[in-house]
């Protein structure tokens, strides 16, 4: 059982530079999300989406992009990359009405 | 706004020591998780607390829901390295879904021999 799958696990951009960040679930989760996470900053919602074709802000979506044209998957999209954006991002996904989140591995982001 | 605060954010404690980790939140809410974080790993979730009152164990770690006080503890029992992590909980506001889950910074937690 595969869970929430993300890739890359590791990734250097250059600023300015644009990149899907990929993340897919297998277990028909309506609820997915993404999360960065920051030294001393726990955990901050990016974006999210409840179902294929419903996206949503999260706390800190400055600067990232979605899509859900599946249930099964949610790109992150990095438009033009900023130094600011170097962190660990986390994928999460779970059924509505329980927020049991179950998290991919991550994507560690640096950013020159 | 929903604030999460956690204290100690760090602790150093010998194997064999209990200890109690702390998660404070700033309005109503009836359901708070924990997880826990490995160095470098994913997050993993630990406890589901969806009332007042709730009281859930596994192996050395008891956490307790207090929604009245806004308070939820983690305890540790007679630690050992292996739950050397980071504990991070979070809190839903009361009507809010999975998006309205507010994380604590964590408390990085390492046990010595």
């Known amino acids: 059982n595969a869970g929430v799958t993300q890739t890359p696990k590791f990734q250097v951009l250059k600023t300015g530079q644009s990149m899907t960040l990929q993340c897919a679930q297998d277990?028909?989760?309506?609820?997915m999300s993404w999360y960065r996470q920051d030294p001393g900053m726990g955990l901050r919602l990016i974006h999210y989406?409840?179902?294929?074709?419903?996206?949503d802000q999260g706390e800190v979506p400055n600067g990232y992009n979605v899509s859900r044209s599946t249930t099964e998957d949610f790109p992150l999209r990095l438009l033009s990359a900023a130094p600011s954006q170097t962190s660990v991002y986390f994928c999460?996904?779970?059924?509505?009405?329980?927020?049991?989140?179950?998290f991919g591995s991550g994507t560690q982001l640096s950013v020159l | 706004e929903l604030k999460v605060e956690q204290n100690p954010l760090f602790l150093s404690m010998q194997e064999g020591k209990n200890y109690t980790i702390y998660c404070n939140y700033s309005?109503?809410?009836?359901?708070l998780y924990w997880y826990r974080q490995d160095p470098g790993k994913s997050l993993e979730s630990l406890f589901v607390?969806?009332?007042?009152?709730a009281v859930k164990q596994e192996g050395r770690l008891m956490a307790s829901l207090d929604t009245k006080a806004r308070l939820s503890t983690l305890h540790i029992t007679a630690a050992v390295h292996d739950l050397s992590a980071t504990y991070f909980c979070?809190?839903?506001?009361?009507?809010?879904?999975?998006?309205?889950?507010?994380f604590g910074k964590g408390t990085h937690l390492i046990i010595q021999p």
């Open positions: 989406s409840v179902g294929a074709g419903i996206t």
């Open positions: 309005t109503t809410s009836d359901r």
């Open positions: 607390l969806l009332s007042n009152g």
């Open positions: 979070a809190v839903v506001y009361s009507g809010g879904g999975a998006d309205g889950l507010t």
């Open positions: 999460a996904s779970s059924y509505i009405g329980n927020e049991k989140l179950f």
């Open positions: 277990m028909n989760h309506e609820y």
